[in-house]
């Protein structure tokens, strides 16, 4: 796993997981800007159904084996832990 590739938060995430075949981190997935019919194939693969010519983020559910790879692949330039987002109260 290339952990220059991870933010902090999903690398603590990956540390506590329990099952590493589990489809569990909703994540951001930053590339290069121009992919190759393989990477649009492996992004695919990954249950990213639409892929749009210039488009350099992606979101995916993945595991945390899937992550250990995609952090190895050439054309990944980061990834990022989706939060959950809360309304602040306004009162």
């Known amino acids: 796993m290339n952990y220059q590739k991870i933010d902090a938060s999903l690398a603590?995430?990956?540390n506590r997981v329990q099952n590493p075949h589990e489809r569990s981190f909703v994540i951001f997935i930053h590339?290069?800007?121009i992919l190759e019919?393989?990477?649009k194939i492996f992004l695919m693969n990954l249950g990213i159904s639409e892929i749009t010519e210039g488009e350099r983020v992606f979101t995916a559910t993945l595991s945390a084996d899937?992550?250990?790879?995609l952090s190895d692949q050439s054309w990944v330039e980061y990834l990022k832990l989706s939060q959950i987002l809360r309304f602040v109260n306004q009162g």
């Open 66 to 69: 899937t992550i250990s790879e």
């Open 12 to 14: 603590m995430a990956l």
């Open 31 to 33: 590339t290069q800007p």
């Open 37 to 39: 019919s393989t990477v």
